[in-house]
């Protein structure tokens, strides 16, 4: 935005220069949940890697300066999650995630930085 002010008496008015102004960048808005993609490894011929490729939000309200992807192991059959660590670092939208074990569930969640100021996705974890 562009501001400047205008004072006026009976005697006539007087305008200051023109000043910008920015406003803050607000969250993100309509971050589509990350696709999953289960491939084989070369070597073994294991099922034991992801492909996450995701979209950018619809609406960015701002520069998102890079992705981070959590990933945490989760027990099928009880309520207990493994600790949630960070696989992915960077801008692109895509990432491998390999030599994962057989038979184990793995939860992923995104998330992205705009300045220094870290917006959980909108989407939830997922298996």
């Known amino acids: 935005y562009e501001v400047r002010v205008e004072a ?3 005697l006539g008015c007087s305008s200051s220069d023109w000043s910008s102004v920015l406003t803050l960048e607000a ?3 309509g971050q589509p949940a990350p696709l999953l993609d289960l491939t ?10 992801f492909l996450l490729t ?14 981070e992807v959590y990933r945490r192991q989760s027990a099928l059959d009880t309520d207990k999650m493994g600790t949630a660590t960070v696989v992915y670092k960077n801008i692109s939208t ?3 995630d390999g030599g994962l074990q057989p038979y184990t569930a793995y939860q992923y969640q995104s998330l992205y930085w705009k300045d220094l100021l870290m917006v959980t996705a909108t989407c939830p974890w997922r298996i």
């Open 27 to 29: 969250p993100p808005a």
């Open 54 to 67: 995701w979209s950018p939000p619809a609406q960015s309200n701002g520069r998102i300066l890079h992705y």
């Open 40 to 49: 084989s490894d070369p070597p073994t011929g294991l099922r034991t890697s």
């Open 8 to 10: 006026c008496t009976v």
């Open 94 to 96: 895509s990432f491998k």
